[in-house]
DNA sequence: GATGAGAACTTATCTATACAACTAGACAAA
DNA sequence: TTTGTCTAGTTGTATAGATAAGTTCTCATC
């Protein structure tokens, strides 16, 4: 077989693979709003042609971009935006916090995006569902004033909280939405805490390097009947955010 | 094309991809003991040929199992089953050896360094003495099996155990050691969490890269009247360990 | 014994192909 | 209009093979 396309000149090999540069540049597009939150991208066929490599290696990308919540693919339909990370790689036009003040978010917390989508394998396991199963999916920031404190995801049961999107957007807490969709309270039934580095997205949002520790944690709260009702996970910036954790309200 | 089958929605079939059913395999096997973490997996090779599957199939399991933590690979070594994230549930006894026995692991430690010396402002605040007091200050590693989990570094007041450095060289742990020195019980006052990451020295002491994301606690632990006896400092490797707390007191 | 070259092995990336599973729209029939 | 069916298009899964890059061990050499 004769190599066709992409001859390395022998020089020096691209550090990076192929599939990181293409993750890279579609999100790069992804971010200058080249594709919009919602719109579907050009099929896995298409990409593989435009960039000129086996549609294979456009997968790999696509699935990177997928883990970090960029994009979402239904089968037979097409792989969709889920959320524009604002300001990417090196972007100086765009000012979040400007956007922020401007779209008359309310301080301390930012959505970045609100879906509905079915549930992947970890989400259905955490939430007591079966794969596949609808859920609403919440991503946005935490901020103390202007400075990012952490990125989180919230995943909750779409049957059992119909009206829930709309109230995550109206209202100011999740604490609140769900108050307004029913429940009245709900616990913390369990907590996990791993200690990971920021990418190149979750950097940019936090405003800190890439690379720079983060503290990640898995939560899942139920209702008073041990019903899990949100899976959420937070990315605390690691030099902003100390946890702290004491006796008393360990056994509170 | 000719219809094949099922125009209307008949037969079920238990659709669950051959991939799943292998990473499902293989985490059932790493949780029953049969692998041990950092054991060293079959190799892709192997496997497929144990699964009657292309290697490829078995990648897909891999890097599901990987994306999870549980295991992780280094290209022209092997993959290695990864001390799955050790989780170490904080709360008003932790207790570093049954913290670890209870998970099935062989708890080890092995000292770096033990001193006596003036303490400094922020020891002495912690432990509630006067800036310059002497402290035994014991330095060293904590170890599940031989895969280094955790640096450390316990201060404790010297005035009030005065051979505490000859205990902690003799005995196996900090509880043994206080005991012998006439403390028969401590609890955690209190435990704040850090992401940081890896210096050079530490992360040549913890096994991992340089950068890589550190979990950092600081806890202090207190007699049954409530006077200080520990400050401690830990860096646990983030990849191996999950810090778990009960409480709802992670804000988002 | 220490060192370095090299072989054997292992994972990482990329290409190529085929089919299955699912979606959305067109279109005919009731 | 409504319903059912078909079809073209799209993603998901699996196989097969080739090459690159990193690791580990052996062994000859100094």
Chains 1, 2 share one sequence.
């Not at 079915?118 to 596949?132: F, K, N």
């Not at 100011?172 to 616990?187: I, K, P, W």
């Not at 950097?203 to 041990?226: E, K, S, V, Y």
């Amino acid at each position: 077989m004769t190599p066709t396309a992409t001859p390395p000149p022998s020089d020096n090999r691209p550090r990076s693979p192929v599939w990181a540069a293409i993750a890279t540049a579609l999100s790069g597009e992804i971010a200058s709003g080249h594709y919009s939150p919602g719109d579907k991208l050009p099929t896995e066929a298409q990409l593989a042609t435009r960039f000129g490599v086996n549609r294979h290696t456009v997968r790999h990308a696509l699935a990177r971009l997928a883990e970090d919540g960029l994009v979402h693919a239904r089968r037979g339909a097409g792989v969709f935006v889920s959320a524009a990370p604002l300001d990417y790689p090196i972007g100086r036009r765009t000012r979040f916090h400007q956007n922020l003040s401007a779209a008359g978010q309310l301080p301390g917390r930012a959505h970045l995006h609100i879906e509905t989508r079915p549930c992947d394998q970890r989400e259905a396991q955490a939430l007591g569902l079966s794969e596949g199963t609808l859920v609403h999916v919440c991503e946005g920031l935490s901020l103390a004033g202007a400075v990012p404190l952490a990125l989180f995801r919230s995943v909750f049961p779409a049957a059992r909280f119909s009206n829930l999107p709309q109230r995550l957007a109206e209202l100011a807490s999740v604490t609140q939405a769900l108050a307004a969709e029913g429940l009245a309270d709900y616990t913390r039934a369990s907590t996990r805490i791993v200690a990971k580095t920021a990418t190149a997205m979750q950097a940019n949002l936090l405003h800190i390097a890439q690379g720079a520790p983060l503290l990640r944690t898995d939560a899942i709260n139920q209702d008073a009947t041990g019903v899990p009702v949100e899976y959420g996970r937070t990315w605390f910036s690691g030099d902003r955010v100390t946890l702290s954790v004491t006796p008393d309200e360990i056994d509170r």
